[in-house]
């Protein structure tokens, strides 16, 4: 059996930048091992599976597919970067003419649409709520030390921690912090957080990144993912509130870097836009 598979960097517009995923294209469903198998071979943040739903569907002339999203050890039920890459993978690879694309995933229906040179994701917003410190006190201690935090959150949605660090920190600060997943796992407590969120003000010029950040979840096989989406689901939710804006410009510091741009919506949901570099194509032999 062969199976069409890409590589894709979302969240930049040039190659070995931004968050790559492998996506698979899949006339019939697999074995239900075989994706797990296939993502782990892939050893990459996210592999995507976009399969048709029917029979006579096409990956050029169709709007709607199912999609799913492995890590290197399980299937999650989210992941923005890797929509993004499989969105580029039908309207860029496929030539897809459709002005929106429809995915069936386990977070619902997802929505991509192309905006100029961007493609445009839409998402589940997903808000944090306060979080008690004493609970998460020696997890935030290992993220980032005695570094001075300025707001704790939680997500329920991604189940993952948001960490404000102190406005008196700089972008360098964030990108210059060494972490280490085992201290992260051995330090997490309460058994519901499966990913952490760094994140400091950016500019308020008005005219630079609203907000930077850095997402790690050894939890997930993935120490840090380069830019993730799910996580400005949250993100953008808390920076929204916090800044009093709905439309953000946001750069994910990480060693690889990235950028989105956020706009919260009055219904629910989350507009997420970026650019994408195909960088690999060829086929898996099984």
């Known amino acids: 059996m062969q199976i069409p598979i890409f590589t894709v960097d979302a969240f930049t517009n040039r190659p070995f930048a931004g968050n790559p995923a492998a996506v698979c294209l899949l006339e019939n469903d697999l074995d239900e091992d075989l994706y797990q198998k296939i993502a782990t071979e892939m050893n990459l943040s996210e592999t995507a599976f976009i399969r048709k739903l029917n029979p006579g569907d096409d990956f050029s002339k169709s709007s709607c597919f199912g999609l799913r999203w492995f890590t290197p050890v399980s299937e999650i039920r989210l992941c923005g970067h890797a929509t993004l890459a499989s969105a580029a993978v039908l309207f860029h690879v496929q030539k897809n003419t459709n002005p929106v694309l429809s995915f069936m995933t386990l977070s619902g229906e997802l929505k991509a649409r192309q905006v100029k040179d961007h493609i445009v994701l839409d998402l589940p917003l997903c808000p944090a709520y306060p979080q008690e410190l004493k609970e998460v006190e020696e997890l935030i201690k290992a993220a980032v030390g005695d570094m001075s935090v300025q707001d704790v959150r939680y997500s329920p949605d991604i189940k993952s921690l948001l960490v404000r660090l102190s406005d008196t920190y700089e972008r360098s600060v964030l ?105 690999l194509k060829g086929n898996l032999t099984l």
Request: hydrophobic share 35%.
């Open 175 to 279: 990108e210059e912090l060494k972490v280490s997943a085992q201290h992260f796992m051995s330090a997490e407590k309460t058994g519901k957080v499966k990913g952490v969120i760094l994140t400091v003000k950016g500019n308020s010029s008005g005219k630079g990144h609203d907000f930077y950040s850095r997402y790690f979840a050894p939890w997930y096989g993935v120490l840090e993912d380069p830019v993730c989406g799910s996580a400005h689901a949250v993100l953008g939710s808390y920076w929204s509130e916090q800044l009093g804006k709905k439309e953000m410009l946001a750069f994910q510091c990480s060693r690889r870097g990235g950028e989105l741009k956020i706009s919260v919506r009055s219904d629910g949901r989350v507009d997420l836009a970026g650019q994408s570099a195909v960088v």
